[in-house]
């Protein structure tokens, strides 16, 4: 069983900046895609950014430019570093993996990001 672990969430004022990291362990398979998803309360979890193994990104539009993700495919851990965070950047950040051939997806148990004014 794959298990994504986040840390790196917190309280941060407008203008600031964050790391978030994931660990994926438990794989057998390798791990594809990985990326950040986000919920903020009352709305549908987004794609913040998603990482290919072979290292081709994909951002929404509302964090490009300011969000930049990474990973170390030894260390199975993928990043997102936060820069110029807003305050509708507030939300809990999940971590998603694709493993394996047949891409079985696995999500983390979220993080909470909390940007204040």
């Known amino acids: 069983q794959v298990q994504l672990v986040e840390s790196g969430g917190g309280l941060v004022q407008a203008g600031g900046s964050l790391r978030l990291s994931c660990a994926a362990s438990?794989?057998?398979?390798?791990?594809?895609?990985m990326g950040w998803y986000r919920q903020a309360p009352g709305k549908q979890r987004e794609l913040v950014a998603t990482?290919?193994?072979?290292?081709?990104?994909n951002y929404a539009d509302s964090v490009k430019g300011r969000f930049a993700i990474s990973r170390d495919n030894v260390k199975n851990t993928v990043y997102l570093q936060m820069n110029s965070l807003k305050l509708e950047d507030t939300a809990a950040y999940y971590c998603?993996?694709?493993?394996?051939?047949?891409?079985?997806?696995?999500w983390g148990q979220g993080t909470p990001v909390t940007v204040s004014s």
């Open positions: 998603n993996a694709d493993v394996g051939p047949y891409q079985y997806t696995y």
């Open positions: 438990g794989s057998r398979f390798r791990i594809n895609a």
């Open positions: 990482l290919t193994f072979g290292g081709t990104t």
